[in-house]
T-cell receptor, first 113, second 111 residues
Framework: DGGITQSPKYLFRKEGQNVTLSCEQN?????MYWYRQDPGQGLRLIYY???????QKGDIAEGYSVSREKKESFPLTVTSAQKNPTAFYLC????????????FGQGTRLTVV | GENVEQHPSTLSVQEGDSAVIKCTYS??????FPWYKQELGKRPQLIID?????GEKKDQRIAVTLNKTAKHFSLHITETQPEDSAVYFC??????????FGKGTMLLVSP
C-alpha cells in the first residue's frame, strides 16, 4: 500500500529537549517537504529536499534541522532553539518539486510541556 | 518570493448553496495552482488544480477559474453538502520552486 507515513501521531517533549519526527514514503518521490501548521497561518514551509543528500531551507527553518540520507526518509528534528515548537507538523512528498501534486502524511502534533 | 492571499478565512453556507473562495498571487511567473481540502483531523488532499494555459477547469461540483492578468484564481463549489465542510487551501508555484500556500478557508455547510 503506497503512501507517506509520519510517526508518531502525538508527541510530547519537555522544554529544552530536541525531538525528531519521522517521515517515510514508498511512492518513489524525489521531493519531500516539511510544513508547520498553526491555526490561521496556513501551511508554512520549514525545509524541503529535491533529491537525496540535498535539502534547502524554507520560510521558517530557524530552530529545525533535517537530513535526507535515503530517498524514502526525511526526518525533522525540532531543536531546543525553536522558540515556539508546539504545532502540527505535516510531511509531504511529490514526484518532483514544483508542478506536481503533493501527497501529505497524517501529521504529528507536537506539544512542549 | 511568491505571496498568496486567500479570502475569506471562514465561510458559512446552507446546504445546496454555492461557495466561492478566492486567492491572489504575486509572482507573475507562477503557472500551477492547486487546491487542497483538509477535513478535521486529517491530511490535506488535492481536490483540483489548474495550469496557466487554461482559464477554467471543472470536476463534477467543483470548478477552478484562473485570471492570469489579474493574478487571481478561485474555487467554486456548487450544490454544497455537509461533507464539503473542511478547510480549503489554495497554492501557487512557478514550477522551479515549491508551493506557496494561502492561509486557508474554513467552509461550514449547514444542513
Amino acid at each position: 500500500d503506497g503512501g507517506i507515513t509520519q510517526s508518531p501521531k502525538y508527541l510530547f517533549r519537555k522544554e529544552g529537549q530536541n525531538v525528531t519526527l519521522s517521515c517515510e514514503q514508498n511512492l518513489n518521490h524525489d521531493a519531500m517537504y516539511w510544513y508547520r501548521q498553526d491555526p490561521g497561518q496556513g501551511l508554512r514551509l520549514i525545509y524541503y529536499s529535491q533529491i537525496v543528500n540535498d535539502f534547502q531551507k524554507g520560510d521558517i527553518a530557524e530552530g529545525y534541522s533535517v537530513s535526507r540520507e535515503k530517498k524514502e526518509s526525511f526526518p525533522l528534528t525540532v531543536t531546543s532553539a525553536q522558540k515556539n515548537p508546539t504545532a502540527f507538523y505535516l510531511c509531504a512528498s511529490s514526484i518532483r518539486s514544483g508542478l506536481a501534486e503533493a501527497f501529505f502524511g497524517q501529521g504529528t502534533r507536537l506539544t512542549v510541556v | 518570493g511568491e505571496n498568496v492571499e486567500q479570502h475569506p478565512s471562514t465561510l458559512s453556507v446552507q446546504e445546496g448553496d454555492s461557495a466561492v473562495i478566492k486567492c491572489t498571487y504575486s509572482d507573475s511567473a507562477s503557472n500551477y495552482f492547486p487546491w487542497y481540502k483538509q477535513e478535521l483531523g486529517k491530511r490535506p488532499q488535492l481536490i483540483i488544480d489548474i495550469r496557466s494555459n487554461v482559464g477554467e477547469k471543472k470536476d463534477q461540483r467543483i470548478a477552478v477559474t484562473l485570471n492570469k492578468t489579474a493574478k487571481h484564481f478561485s474555487l467554486h463549489i456548487t450544490e454544497t453538502q455537509p461533507e464539503d465542510s473542511a478547510v480549503y487551501f489554495c497554492a501557487a508555484t512557478a514550477g522551479y520552486s515549491t508551493l506557496t500556500f494561502g492561509k486557508g478557508t474554513m467552509l461550514l455547510v449547514s444542513p
